[in-house]
């Protein structure tokens, strides 16, 4: 399916669309959405169909404004009312405890549902005129990496989706931080542009930081799921690795005795021997880093190259979305 900009005409097709039930693709601040009428179960099948994902993976549901919560979500909480009221139209989901008429095909048989208002205004639109939530996964097949520009997901879906709008290049480029807020205490399950100290400072309290950097086994209904916890996320095909900057020139040197051809996703490192080396140097602010790691990946996945070596960034807080990204997209988990 070739993109197509996201004109007022564009707009009112891709809206017919997904009263039909049809799948419509369309820019997000943070990464492109695969969009289906959330209160239909079949067209939420379709999304399922068309990634290769699990039906138990639940999705995030794109609403327009804040009355729209209501419509989703049962007793929202002072905390949610807070976070939206601060954050949104922005790059938070927040996990609600969910209506009982919420279809369970789009919360993946739980309880809990994922919301956000997005920040752009091609999404925006798209919410105004089809007046109703747009359940949208990051528009990729299963566990691979996210798209932040139409023809990525034309790459990835071809003509398992009905429409792309195009919008342009994501301006965030990382996906959505999550907070559930559906129990006692507020917790993080998803690293993103908003960051735990942001999101606490709001809530004037401190949240629990779920851990998900371990790969979990096979998905099992009774646990609830966490984002990202495959043994690899967001992924590129060639084998990707993740190496602190003074280990590189030894690691590269080993490849190229063995005559490997080496992609290498350079934070500040400047290789002295790179003729053989497919090499991509990455900004030093960790936002715009964010917002071309995903293409820059690309990139180097479709080199053809024995080995993608990654550059540790620095481990702060403004890196850590990053660093989650990093590490599902590698192969790191202790060695293996
Ligand atoms: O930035 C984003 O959030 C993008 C854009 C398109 O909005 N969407 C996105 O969707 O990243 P997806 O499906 O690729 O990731 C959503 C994650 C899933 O991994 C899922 O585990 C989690 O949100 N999620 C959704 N509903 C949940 C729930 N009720 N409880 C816990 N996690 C939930
Ligand atoms: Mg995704």
Not at 37 to 61: C, E, M, Q, Y
Not at 76 to 101: Q, Y
Not at 216 to 232: C, D, F, I
Not at 299 to 308: C, N, P, R, V, Y
């Given at each position: 399916?070739?993109?197509?900009?996201?004109?007022?005409?564009?707009?009112?097709?891709?809206?017919?669309?997904?009263?039909?039930?049809?799948?419509?693709?369309?820019?997000?601040?943070?990464?492109?959405?695969?969009?289906?009428?959330?209160s239909?179960?079949?067209?939420?099948?379709?999304?399922?169909?068309?990634?290769g994902?699990?039906?138990?993976?639940?999705?995030i549901?794109?609403?327009?404004?804040?009355?729209?919560?209501?419509?989703?979500?049962?007793?929202?909480p002072?905390?949610?009312?807070?976070?939206?009221?601060?954050?949104?139209?922005?790059?938070?989901?927040?996990?609600?405890?969910?209506?009982?008429?919420?279809?369970?095909?789009?919360?993946?048989g739980?309880?809990?549902?994922?919301?956000?208002?997005?920040?752009?205004?091609?999404?925006?639109?798209?919410?105004?005129?089809?007046?109703?939530?747009?359940?949208?996964?990051?528009?990729?097949?299963?566990?691979?990496?996210?798209?932040t520009?139409?023809?990525?997901?034309?790459?990835?879906?071809?003509?398992?989706?009905?429409?792309?709008?195009?919008?342009?290049?994501?301006?965030?480029?990382?996906?959505?931080?999550?907070?559930?807020?559906?129990?006692?205490?507020?917790?993080?399950?998803?690293?993103?542009?908003?960051?735990?100290?942001?999101i606490?400072?709001?809530?004037?309290k401190?949240?629990?930081?779920?851990?998900?950097?371990?790969?979990?086994?096979?998905?099992?209904?009774?646990?609830?799921?966490?984002?990202?916890?495959?043994?690899?996320?967001?992924a590129?095909?060639?084998?990707?690795?993740?190496?602190?900057?003074?280990?590189?020139?030894?690691?590269?040197?080993?490849?190229?005795?063995?005559?490997?051809?080496?992609?290498?996703?350079?934070?500040?490192?400047?290789?002295?021997?790179?003729?053989r080396m497919?090499?991509?140097?990455?900004?030093?602010?960790?936002?715009?880093?964010?917002?071309?790691?995903?293409?820059?990946?690309?990139?180097?996945?479709?080199?053809?190259?024995?080995?993608?070596?990654?550059?540790?960034?620095?481990?702060?807080?403004?890196?850590?979305?990053?660093n989650?990204?990093?590490?599902?997209?590698?192969?790191?988990?202790?060695?293996?």
């Amino acid at each position: 399916m070739k993109p197509i900009f996201a004109d007022d005409a564009a707009i009112k097709r891709a809206t017919k669309l997904l009263q039909q039930g049809r799948l419509v693709a369309f820019p997000t601040e943070t990464v492109y959405g695969l969009g289906a009428d959330a209160s239909n179960p079949a067209a939420i099948n379709r999304i399922f169909k068309a990634k290769g994902r699990p039906t138990d993976h639940p999705l995030i549901v794109h609403i327009l404004n804040m009355e729209s919560l209501n419509d989703w979500a049962l007793n929202v909480p002072e905390s949610a009312k807070k976070l939206a009221a601060h954050f949104w139209p922005g790059p938070l989901a927040l996990v609600l405890n969910k209506k009982p008429d919420v279809p369970f095909e789009v919360t993946g048989g739980q309880n809990t549902i994922a919301l956000r208002i997005p920040d752009h205004p091609v999404a925006l639109e798209l919410l105004r005129a089809f007046d109703g939530g747009i359940a949208a996964p990051s528009a990729n097949r299963f566990c691979r990496i996210s798209p932040t520009l139409a023809s990525h997901v034309e790459e990835e879906l071809g003509d398992s989706v009905d429409m792309i709008l195009d919008g342009g290049a994501c301006g965030v480029g990382v996906e959505s931080t999550i907070v559930d807020l559906s129990g006692d205490t507020p917790r993080l399950l998803r690293p993103g542009h908003i960051t735990q100290q942001q999101i606490e400072a709001v809530l004037q309290k401190k949240i629990i930081v779920v851990d998900n950097s371990k790969p979990s086994k096979q998905s099992n209904n009774s646990e609830v799921r966490v984002p990202g916890m495959m043994a690899l996320h967001y992924a590129p095909e060639t084998i990707a690795v993740l190496c602190p900057g003074e280990l590189l020139t030894n690691i590269i040197r080993t490849l190229n005795i063995q005559n490997k051809k080496i992609g290498l996703l350079a934070y500040q490192f400047n290789p002295s021997e790179n003729r053989r080396m497919h090499l991509l140097c990455m900004p030093e602010q960790s936002d715009d880093y964010a917002k071309t790691l995903y293409t820059s990946l690309r990139d180097l996945d479709s080199q053809q190259l024995d080995i993608i070596l990654i550059e540790q960034p620095p481990q702060t807080e403004a890196w850590k979305a990053i660093n989650d990204r990093l590490f599902k997209a590698t192969i790191n988990y202790s060695g293996q």
